[in-house]
């Protein structure tokens, strides 16, 4: 346990806690995936990717990896945004090089979600993940516990699986307004306790996903991605006042303004199309920022990668932040250029 006197310092803990302005701590979002051969590897013994997650063993081995070859700052739970939906009692599959599927609420499926013991009993496993993985790491690394953000779920639970456009999702929720916002509040209450879980295993901060976010019109975004998620936030801080929160709204431009300012998150991810001027001047005041190379260019590599690390090293100097990429990391990315983008990171701006 980290006791309060007792405390091995934390980079990234510290940066959140905007106690650290020097070296930015460095995690990436993704880490543990198939870029690494030793993920591959791992992933080949489960059944399936659900399977996988479920299996505390593997998910607790998968979440160390990246942890062992590179010395980041912190883990990330091996786990995926789309248990809950399952947990709910939403069937999920990830049929080979296709990405998710559930049976879609757009096409009719209307069956009885479970209540929320029965939800919180299937995701166990994941809570002894996070148990088996703090007992595992080195006490100067940090834990980060996850889920999505309601809104973003829920586009999965609409529509039955993945897409850049929503269109399809948003008139589906304006056409039924009741179920969809008894879907949010559902979510919600799941979300909220699934994280909380998190923390009592050990997890030591929190970020929402919420990869959807973009695109909406702005009353939209307020009530499907702001007050969730502010919702959920206000219900850990009661429980666990000192775990920090970030909030990644991913490409919704001006107004991450009004959703740091609105959900209190401590730590804000910033996708790759962020102006990082903007973000220092305008969002920084309200949340430390994390974020936010482009990666595609963590894949490319060369001149351009290292220009493209110096600028946010440079932008950022003096201030606390988490070094990160905009969106997760590609799985064509060599494992090579994730070394070069830490060393350079942790060489300190040139
Ligand atoms: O970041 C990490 O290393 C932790 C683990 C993690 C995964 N998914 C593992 C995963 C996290 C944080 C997620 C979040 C997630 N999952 C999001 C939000 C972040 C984002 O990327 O936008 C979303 C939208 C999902 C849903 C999801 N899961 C999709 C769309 C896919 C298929 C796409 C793909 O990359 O195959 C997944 C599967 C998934 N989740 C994989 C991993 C490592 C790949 C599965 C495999 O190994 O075959």
Same mark, same amino acid.
């Given at each position: 346990m980290r006791g309060k006197l007792t405390a091995v310092p934390s980079l990234f803990l510290d940066t959140l806690r905007?106690?650290?302005?020097?070296?930015?701590?460095?995690?990436?979002?993704?880490?543990? &995936?198939? *870029?690494?051969?030793? *993920?591959?590897?791992?992933?080949?013994?489960?059944?399936?990717?659900?399977?996988?997650?479920?299996s505390p063993r593997l998910a607790a081995e998968a979440t160390l990896q990246p942890i062992r070859r590179y010395d980041f700052d912190a883990a990330i739970l #091996?786990?995926?945004?789309?248990?809950?939906?399952?947990?709910?009692?939403?069937?999920?599959? #990830?049929?080979? &090089?296709?990405?998710?599927?559930?049976p879609a609420l757009m096409d009719g499926f209307d069956g009885v979600f479970n209540d929320m013991a029965s939800t919180i009993d299937v995701l166990e496993p994941v809570f002894e993940t996070v148990a088996r993985v703090k007992q595992d790491l080195p006490e100067s690394k940090a834990l980060i516990g996850f889920? &999505?953000?309601?809104?973003?779920?829920?586009? *999965?639970?609409?529509?039955?699986?993945?897409?850049?456009?929503?269109?399809?999702?948003r008139e589906w929720a304006y056409r039924h307004p009741e179920r969809f916002e008894a879907l949010l509040d559902d979510l919600v209450?799941?979300?909220?306790? *699934?994280?909380?879980r998190q923390i009592e295993a050990g997890a030591d901060a929190i970020q929402l996903f919420d990869t959807w976010a973009g695109g909406l019109p702005e009353k939209a975004f307020e009530r499907w991605c702001i007050q969730p998620v502010r919702q959920i936030a206000d219900t850990l801080r009661k429980k666990h006042p000192s775990t920090?929160?970030?909030?990644?709204?991913?490409?919704?431009?001006?107004?991450?303004?009004?959703?740091?300012?609105?959900?209190?998150?401590?730590?804000? &991810?910033?996708?790759?199309g962020v102006p990082l001027e903007w973000a220092r001047d305008v969002l920084a005041p309200h949340a430390v920022l994390q974020g936010n190379l482009d990666p595609v260019v963590l894949a490319v590599g060369g001149d351009r990668l290292t220009a493209e690390i110096d600028h946010i090293l440079h932008t950022l100097e003096g201030m606390p932040y988490i070094f990160n990429l905009g969106h997760g990391i590609l799985p064509h990315t060599p494992p090579e250029?994730?070394?070069?983008?830490?060393?350079r990171v942790r060489g300190g701006p040139r």
């Open positions: 905007k106690e650290h302005t020097d070296i930015p701590p460095i995690w990436l979002m993704r880490q543990a &995936g198939r *870029y690494l051969p030793e *993920y591959r590897a791992l992933r080949a013994q489960a059944k399936d990717f659900v399977d996988f997650c479920f #091996f786990a995926d945004i789309l248990l809950i939906p399952y947990a709910m009692g939403q069937d999920l599959t #990830f049929p080979e &090089g296709e990405g998710p599927r559930l889920a &999505g953000a309601p809104w973003t779920v829920a586009t *999965y639970m609409i529509r039955g699986r993945g897409g850049e456009n929503h269109a399809d999702v209450a799941a979300t909220s306790a *699934y994280l909380s920090p929160i970030i909030g990644f709204p991913k490409s919704v431009g001006s107004l991450a303004l009004n959703y740091v300012e609105s959900t209190s998150v401590d730590g804000l &991810g910033l996708d790759f250029h994730v070394e070069l983008l830490i060393d």
